[in-house]
């Protein structure tokens, strides 16, 4: 019984000591940040940051202590910068008291990307943008044009997603830099395409074809250069992707100034040539394709003269004896019968189904003091020097044994 109230007496005392303790307690009634210092501008999903912040709590006794934020006793309720926000509100709370913390929560630059004018030269491929600094940590671009703009074949127009480009020209873009709570780096600039300088080389061959071999000329020797129907005059732009040397828009202008009667038709398509006939031209080198600038230090005029071939070389003298029956005709007068349109054709030596006709003909015929008569008939060609033909007739107009064949300038 003893033992009993000896322990019954020690509890009492203890909640007596605690209810005398708390009722001469000094209860905290206000907290507030000290000098104002708290930070209130954040990040998307950045952590509170309680560095250099302390609190002033202020009992009701008007007494003031320092807290540190770091306090068990302290807590932040309500914070988060999952989402941004202007004047978003959290609670401090210690022993029952609450500070109200208003912050905003913004995204971040994406300053350390930068965007620059840029360039390259023409090189008949689909061309895309390197953007410096870009790296590969989540940032995503795109990139639209904001003008509408054509260059040869080549048509974009505004807010059309850029995926590269080829033709020679300027192009006006926007890129837009995106990352998961950053803002949006936005950049207009312009990338350019220069156009690619070309030379001009005169060569000759037998066809246009990049198969053939070319073989290069000179001005001296194209001065003179006599006819010859299997090789073609031609030419050609050097340093120019396949894909280009068929196209139209690489041309030369030829200026011509033929001998009397004579005519040619020199093609316009980054060539000229092919079966070009005998005459004085001159070559004047042009560049309508846009992605292409010829280069001004070549000689961009070239000028030649193709001569005559003889005829006899080409073997026509035995080819008139052969097909024509001149020795059958018969004269009557100044008029020479029995000649016809085939007996006029002259086989061409390098195409032996190919006869290349005269250009004009012109016939004379002489009095012989023996009473016979001889008739000069004589075979003009544009591209061969000319072929006469000498025929001795009786005086009953009857051709008398074979012609002579004669060739002349």
């Keep these: 019984m003893k033992k009993f109230l000896i322990g019954f007496c020690v509890c009492l005392l203890t909640v007596v000591s605690a209810l005398i303790l708390t009722a001469c307690e000094d209860p905290v009634v206000s907290i507030s940040v000290k000098n104002g210092e708290i930070k209130t501008e954040y990040y998307v999903g950045e952590e509170f940051d309680p560095s250099n912040t302390v609190l002033i709590a202020k009992t009701k006794s008007n007494k003031q202590y320092e807290v540190a934020l770091s306090d068990p006793n302290v807590e932040v309720l309500n914070f988060s910068t999952s989402t941004t926000g202007n004047l978003k509100a959290a609670n401090i709370r210690y022993k029952g008291v609450y500070y109200t913390l208003v912050y905003n929560v913004k995204l971040r630059d994406l300053n350390i990307y930068t965007f620059h004018n840029c360039s390259s030269t023409y090189n008949g491929e689909v061309q895309a943008i390197n953007i410096d600094g870009l790296l590969n940590d989540g940032v995503s671009c795109s990139i639209v044009f904001t003008q509408d703009v054509t260059y040869g074949n080549e048509t974009h127009h505004a807010n059309e997603t850029f995926t590269g480009v080829k033709n020679a020209g300027e192009y006006h873009l926007k890129a837009t830099l995106s990352k998961d709570g950053y803002n949006s780096l936005v950049s207009e600039f312009t990338y350019t395409i220069f156009q690619k300088t070309i030379d001009v080389e005169f060569s000759y061959a037998q066809t246009k074809s990049a198969s053939n071999n070319w073989k290069s000329l000179s001005d001296a020797y194209w001065q003179g250069v006599s ?88 073997g026509f003298a035995d080819i008139v004896k052969t097909d024509s029956n001149i020795a059958n005709s018969t ?79």
């Design 331 to 409: 004269l009557d007068g100044s008029v020479v019968h029995g000649l016809t349109t085939n007996e006029t054709g002259f086989r061409n030596p390098f195409d032996n189904a190919k006869k290349v006709q005269y250009n004009s003909i012109d016939t004379h015929i002489d009095n012989n003091s023996n009473g016979t008569k001889t008739a000069t008939i004589t075979y003009t060609f544009i591209n061969y020097t000319n072929v006469v033909l000498s025929q001795t007739y009786d005086a009953g107009g009857n051709a008398i044994g074979q012609p002579t064949v004669v060739i002349s300038d």
């Design 227 to 314: 006819y010859n129907s299997e090789y073609q005059l031609f030419a050609r732009f050097k340093n120019v992707p396949l894909s280009d040397q068929d196209s139209d828009s690489l041309t030369f202008l030829t200026e011509t100034d033929y001998l009397e009667n004579y005519q040619s038709e020199l093609p316009g398509i980054n060539y000229f040539g092919g079966w070009t006939n005998v005459g004085n031209y001159k070559v004047k080198c042009l560049c309508a394709n846009s992605n292409y600038v010829l280069n001004m230090s070549n000689n961009q005029v070239f000028s030649f003269t193709i001569v005559k071939a003889d005829s006899n070389q080409t």
